[in-house]
């Protein structure tokens, strides 16, 4: 099992929103991901967070466009420029300060989240802490903060 980061600019898709409505999402897909792998969804600027962790269930699949056209922000977004798609199932939604991008970077992250990529090893332990110790301070839960 590989674990991978995948970035998504808020200004574009809403992922939150769409992974907590229908728990699985259909993602481009540009590098050897393999059915089985982890994805973590990384929000961009403003955010600048990774937001949830997901399965990979199926790679290579043609596009069906689902029911997630809602989420789309930017209408000149087109899925029809790529060529791979995966299918993503969420398996947790976060609303962590400590996945961060300034903590991923002291923990094993070494450039910025701008493509699709492997999740270094130590990145991943980082994560996976980071989630266990986390203990938030409000009632808030996993509000969609781009719905707000």
């Given at each position: 099992m590989v674990a991978w980061l995948i970035p998504c600019s808020p200004s574009?898709?809403?992922?939150e929103g769409a992974f907590q409505e229908y728990g699985h999402v259909v993602w481009h897909q540009n590098c050897k991901m393999q059915a089985g792998d982890i994805a973590y969804i990384y929000i961009s600027a403003p955010i600048k967070e990774i937001c949830c962790k997901c399965i990979i269930e199926d790679v290579d699949i043609p596009l069906d466009v689902g029911d997630d056209d809602g989420y789309v922000i930017d209408e000149m977004f087109s899925l029809k420029s790529y060529r791979r798609f995966m299918d993503l199932k969420m398996i947790e939604i976060y609303d962590n300060p400590l996945l961060g991008l300034?903590?991923?970077k002291m923990n094993g992250l070494g450039s910025p989240i701008q493509g699709q990529r492997r999740a270094p090893q130590a990145l991943v332990e980082y994560i996976e802490k980071a989630v266990k110790e986390w203990k938030p301070n409000n009632?808030?839960?996993t509000e969609?903060?781009?719905r707000a």
């Open positions: 574009v898709y809403d992922a300034s903590f991923l009632a808030l839960g969609n903060r781009l």
